[in-house]
Nanobody, 127 residues
Framework: VQLQASGGGLVQAGGSLRLSCVAS????????FGWFRQVPGKEREFVAG????????VYSDSLKGRFTISRDNAENTVYLEINSLKPEDTAAYYC?????????????????????WGQGTQVTVSS
């Protein structure tokens, strides 16, 4: 599976963005997906994800509320909508996918739970 993330950019605090992750090579059905973000010098941080069945959305406990993950199987795309953007949301955002089954939704929060990664899209929030 190849993943292409897009939709990042420069936005003012309080604004919104919708990031897209287009998958190619395989249909997204049967894959768990995750969105992560990373700033230089820090570890990659889980933001939101979908379980392999697509039935359950998983969110970071600390970020829950302003982020919404969704998917369009027909477009083979997973989205991440970010509302009320804050300067601390500034980061490179990565999408990831994996076809393995994890028994607990929390397992989708780990970087090690994903084999396939997109190249990242930069989000910069100005104050």
């Amino acid at each position: 599976v190849q993943l292409q993330a897009s939709g990042g950019g420069l936005v003012q605090a309080g604004g919104s963005l919708r990031l897209s992750c287009v998958a190619s090579g395989r249909t997204i059905s049967g894959y768990g997906f995750g969105w992560f973000r990373q700033v230089p010098g820090k570890e990659r941080e889980f933001v939101a994800g979908f379980t392999r069945s697509g039935a359950t959305a998983v969110y970071s406990d600390s970020l829950k509320g302003r982020f919404t993950i969704s998917r369009d199987n027909a477009e083979n795309t997973v989205y991440l909508e970010i509302n009320s953007l804050k300067p601390e949301d500034t980061a490179a955002y990565y999408c990831a996918a994996d076809g393995r089954y994890w028994s607990r939704p929390d397992f989708y929060k780990f970087v090690s739970g994903y084999i396939y990664w997109g190249q990242g899209t930069q989000v910069t929030v100005s104050s």
